[in-house]
């Protein structure tokens, strides 16, 4: 064993620290003050040389020997190195490490004396040796050595944790063991595993029982994708790799848990005795896999601060487990935090703060315990107690608090829906057996449940099998229909596919009044097959590319993210000073736009399912953002019949139809209207183009070459043909009439095929579209509401929840706890930690979206007479004719920290809206609005260079905000007044959202403009549309106004679902007394 090293002396020369000589490459170098251990004495050497004084010196006061017993790896590492020189600051502490050749191969009666011992266990350490040793010499332990044993079992640590009365996820443990047969019994599904009895539907985690076994896998439901996200040891920059596997693993033990939903985040908490804890926040590794690391190739983490629960939770951990030095893990989600893995004796890593802060906790502990029988002089130094940092701004530029966007799904497959009556008994059970008759309604969208409606439509068709009657022969095609939507695909993934029941105790009612046969008697269920409308690939790329267009409206940021667009909320996100949350309704289309906008924003990388499970939160609670599209209400329903009425006159619209149909004259109805002139003569041109249609795919069918042809996302021409042929059967009935209620359904349709199937060359698809874009642009906005009245009951049916949790998260005063809040001292590199911005993203379909427009528009939020600015933007909005794909309103709110806080002017509020993707043609119909956030287009934002430093978030001056002028950069585009050239200005003009950084001279914003336009290169591809850019509908908005506004919009709101809900309650005993 090599003994060579240098001694480390304290202020009477004596040796201090030394360390042991085998330095591995990766190991922190030696510095000064460390020495071989060999010089040590040990057990037996002492009493060999007990009588030698002349050859051992002794210090003039007897010194604390602290022994650090340990694998090389883990005793000469950076932090160890680190908080070890700093003990030896301590005047009669010196610090010994044990050689591992040592350790391994001698016996504990030839190992270092120490007075303290501070032991723990790695992968190859004899952990009985050091007990043995403990044993026989007894010193103080820093970290209990026994209790090790329990920490590489995770069945032991969770025992531990429960005993305790800790938090931790829900759990069942499944012991392969041929002992111990009965822990044993899992019965596995496609979307859930039942451990022993006790039922986990995915998203859950399943962890090996051994600690050191890193291979964590967590299963997705079929609903986000299925497949699997398995975990492992860091590997260069990857921590995780998605897999399709969906089945759960058949040999060894396991602990499987309930998944904790924590937004993309991971706590990693380092106790020093029960009184200090360090967390620290980091990207969950079942992100997507990746690694963040810094310059240095360390993997980036930022301290945070922990909550007085959660010290009192660390304090807990520290005592339970009897390890002075613990790391652990915690999960924060919905609210509260959870312990899911306790990893015994860990170090921060690169915090020098910590390195001190450590050293001083042990070295007093140790002092504490030992000095007294040492007789050694020394007490505990009184600090003063730290000052928590309180980051102000100033100056008239205004902080950005919050953002709120509400955001309609991306580009869809077309919906598609059968409706049928059934009586069968079989229907009545299942109705039964999924609890139908506790409201009325059923919806059955899980595999199981899917493959019972199959089963069911399967069995009734062979008993059809014999009758040639014509009802029969309609339910029979009907029967059909259902049989094929729902044995598609092979097998039921996804939310592609959902069958609706409703209860109808009298029996369907006459569709119309032509009809001659009454309703049969007695109850019957409605059923409606849903399929279609999945997201497609140019609708995830939609989202991703908004997302990412999305984040330069965060203002800073620094280090690695200066000088690109959306540096600002790298920045922010990264160091844990985002407070974001992302909601979606629990529709596919709308889950996975979520989860692909998410994966643009936060610069993600891998599949969305992870992301989706991980990042997205399903808000079909209490109906925020989902619609029974069925459950109309009866002003909707009053609205719908008078449209029908109006559309179904066989003559030129005349004055009094346009007073009746568009009362507010939006110009983008009015257009509608004239393009149309005669609507049932307009019906008759689009079913005879929708014929023609219908032929020329069926004749493309005939030709050899086009058998197995492939169209856009998989379909095929059989199932192109399926699609217009039940449109053909559905728009006009058998007397001739045409049912308005499927122009939506025309429009979707044409609008897809001609955007990602137009290599088909199929004739006069483009003059379909034209027409049937003119009727929907009548029929969608106005089955909301044709009046200002009806608009605003009909929304207010839709969106009284989400307005509430708007307004919820404007009044953003009292912070949550459950924020991740940086720790100002430990935050090195952050100017303001401690300030947070707090985005709240909703995803949705959309109905909500023309809701939401619905309420600022004729709401009375302001008075288009006496405010100029918010008449120009209602006029704006009137002549947009279709809030398309990727919609957005988005609410900013922001502070000036120099007002009083209880002055109107300290928060200020702007509104944005964008239609969202620009449509197949006529891209220049679309109304020029004022630009995003017009004023400070013209103001001097700074060059490219400010943007880097880390400044507080800032928006205009407060002198400018009333100032209402077209965005030179934006406008300029059209009126070629910038020397850019048609190419970039071409793509310039499909940008999306781009402009809050960019500075209002040409000189020094190209190379943002280059960014934007490379993270917008899917621009090129004709499969993807464009999105329109933000436009600013209002930007000098106070607080107060908002709240008022939407406190008396909700509480009226209120008013009428009270009187909805008494009506309901009348209807539901009539109901349950039929049943």
């Not at 120490?114 to 040793?133: M, N, T």
């Not at 919806?443 to 199981?448: E, I």
């Not at 509430?804 to 430990?826: G, M, S």
């Amino acid at each position: 064993m090599s003994v060579a090293g240098v001694e480390g002396r304290d202020q009477h020369g004596n040796t201090t620290f030394l360390i042991a000589s085998e330095n591995e490459p990766d190991q922190e170098p030696k510095k000064e003050g460390m020495k071989n251990a060999g010089d040590m004495r040990t057990g037996e050497e002492e009493h060999e040389e007990e009588d030698d004084d002349e050859e051992y010196y002794s210090p003039p006061e007897r010194q604390i020997v602290v022994g650090i017993c340990s694998m090389t790896k883990k005793s000469q590492s950076k932090p160890m190195t680190q908080i070890m020189e700093r003990m030896c600051k301590f005047e009669y502490i010196t610090v010994v490490i044990f050689p591992e050749e040592v350790i391994l191969n001698e016996p504990v009666e030839r190992w270092p004396l120490c007075d303290c011992l501070i032991s723990f266990h790695s992968k190859g350490f004899p952990l009985d040796k050091a007990v043995e040793y403990a044993k026989l010499r007894n010193p103080l332990l820093i970290n209990d050595l026994k209790m090790q044993y329990y920490i590489q079992d995770r069945r032991e640590v969770y025992r531990i944790l429960q005993e305790e009365g800790i938090d931790l996820p829900r759990y069942a443990v499944l012991t392969r063991d041929p002992d111990r047969p009965e822990e044993c019994n899992l019965v596995e599904g496609e979307d859930q595993v039942e451990v022993n009895g006790e039922v986990f539907p995915k998203p859950f985690v399943e962890k090996p029982v051994c600690a050191e076994d890193h291979n964590v896998y967590i299963y997705y439901p079929t609903s986000a994708g299925g497949g699997s996200q398995r975990l492992f040891r860091k590997i260069g920059s990857r921590s995780s790799v998605y897999s399709p596997e969906s089945s759960v693993r058949k040999t060894g033990s396991y602990i499987y848990e309930e998944f904790m939903p924590t937004d993309g985040t991971d706590v990693k908490v380092y106790t020093v005795g029960p009184d200090y804890a360090h967390a620290e926040a980091r990207k969950s590794p079942a992100l997507d896999g990746k690694v963040e690391r810094d310059s240095e190739g360390k993997e980036i983490r930022y301290p945070v601060m922990l909550t007085a629960m959660e010290k009192l939770v660390a304090r807990k951990v520290c005592l339970a487990f009897k390890q002075t030095v613990c790391g652990f893990d915690l999960l924060r989600a919905n609210g509260h935090s959870y312990v899911c893995d306790v990893n015994g004796f860990s170090f921060v890593k690169n915090s020098m703060k910590y390195y001190d802060d450590c050293a001083k906790v042990l070295g007093n502990m140790v002092m504490r315990e030992l000095a007294p029988q040492f007789h050694i002089p020394w007490s505990i130094p009184m600090e003063a107690e730290d000052i928590p940092i309180v980051p102000t701004t100033s100056g008239t530029m205004m902080e950005l608090r919050c953002v709120i966007a509400i955001i309609r799904h991306g580009d869809r497959t077309p919906k598609q829906k059968m409706k049928m009556e059934v009586r069968h008994p079989l229907f009545f059970e299942l109705f039964e057996k999924y609890g139908g008759y506790k409201s009325g309604k059923l919806k059955l969208k899980k595999p199981k449940q899917l493959q019972e409606v199959l089963d069911i439509a399967r069995l009734l068709l062979a008993e059809l099998g014999q009758h040639t009657d014509c009802e029969i022969e309609e339910k029979k095609g009907k029967l059909e229909q259902l049989k094929t939507v729902l044995e598609m695909y092979g097998h039921f993934s996804g939310i592609n596919r959902k069958v609706q029941l409703t209860y109808l105790p009298n029996g369907q009612p006459k569709a119309s009044s032509e009809e001659e046969e009454g309703p049969k008697e007695g109850p019957s269920l409605l059923l409606v097959l849903k399929w279609g409308g999945e997201l497609t690939p140019a609708g995830r790329v939609q989202a991703e590319e908004l997302g990412r267009a999305f984040r330069c409206m965060y203002p800073g940021g620094q280090g690695d993210y200066a000088g690109f667009p959306g540096c600002g909320l790298l920045r922010l996100h990264s160091t844990y000073r985002h407070d974001l949350k992302i909601y979606a309704s629990d529709e596919g289309r709308v889950q996975m736009t979520a989860a692909a906008f998410a994966k643009g924003l936060l610069a993600l990388e891998g599949e969305l399912t992870p992301i989706l499970v991980q990042m997205v939160k399903s808000a079909n609670m209490n109906g925020m953002l989902d619609s029974d599209s069925e459950s109309l209400t009866d002003c909707q329903q009053r609205v719908k019949a008078r449209l029908h009425g109006i559309m179904q006159k066989d003559q030129d619209f005349t004055e009094a139809d346009y007073e009746k149909l568009a009362p507010t004259g939006s110009p983008s109805l009015v257009n509608s209207m004239k393009i149309i002139g005669n609507p049932v003569r307009t019906c008759d041109k689009v079913y005879a183009l929708i014929q023609s249609l219908n032929s020329q795919i069926r004749k493309r069918l005939e030709d050899p070459k086009s058998a197995n042809l492939q169209l856009y996302h998989s379909e095929t021409l059989e199932l192109m043909l399926q699609r217009w042929s039940k449109l053909e059967r559905d728009f006009r009935n058998k007397s001739g009439r045409y049912d308005i209620s499927k122009i939506p359904d025309i429009y979707d349709c044409v609008k897809y095929d001609t955007q990602h199937n137009s290599t088909l060359g199929l004739e006069d698809t483009l003059e379909l579209f034209r027409l049937s874009r003119a009727l929907a642009d009548i029929v969608i906005p106005q089955e909301y509401g044709i009046n200002t009245s009806e608009k605003l009951d009909i929304a207010q049916a839709y969106c009284l929840p989400l307005m509430k949790k708007i307004q919820l998260d404007l009044q953003r005063t009292h912070e949550d706890e459950a924020v991740n809040k940086l720790h100002p001292l430990y935050s090195r590199g952050v100017m303001s930690p401690g300030r947070h911005v707090r985005t709240r993203l909703y995803f949705t379909s959309e109905s909500h979206v023309h809701s939401l427009l619905s309420i600022f528009r004729y709401g009375g939020l302001l008075d288009v007479v006496k405010d100029q600015q918010w008449k120009q933007a209602m006029d704006y909005l009137g002549a947009v004719p279709e809030l398309n794909y990727m919609t957005q309103i988005v609410i900013m709110l922001y502070e000036d920290n120099n007002k009083d806080p209880s002055s109107e002017e300290r928060f200020h509020v702007e509104l944005h809206f964008s239609p969202g993707v620009k449509g197949c043609e006529d891209e220049e119909k679309i109304p020029l609005g004022f630009g995003f956030r017009p004023a400070s287009a013209e103001t001097n934002q700074g060059s490219l260079e400010d943007l880097s430093e880390d400044e507080p978030d800032r928006a205009l001056p407060i002198s400018e905000v009333n100032s209402i002028r077209r965005s030179p950069l934006i406008r300029n585009l059209k009126t070629s007044s910038m020397e850019v050239s048609d190419e970039t200005r071409s793509s310039l003009a499909r940008c999306p959202i781009p402009w809050p950084l960019l500075p209002a001279k040409t000189e020094g914003w190209c190379n943002v403009l280059l960014c934007l336009l490379s993270a917008a290169g899917f621009e090129g591809c004709s499969m993807v549309p464009s999105i329109y850019p933000l436009e600013t509908l209002h930007n000098s908005l106070s607080l107060k106004q908002v709240d008022e506004f939407l406190n008396a919009v909700c509480e009226d709101s209120s008013d009428a679902h009270a009187k909805t809900m008494k009506g309901m309650y009348f209807h539901q005993c009539t109901f349950r007394n039929n049943s």
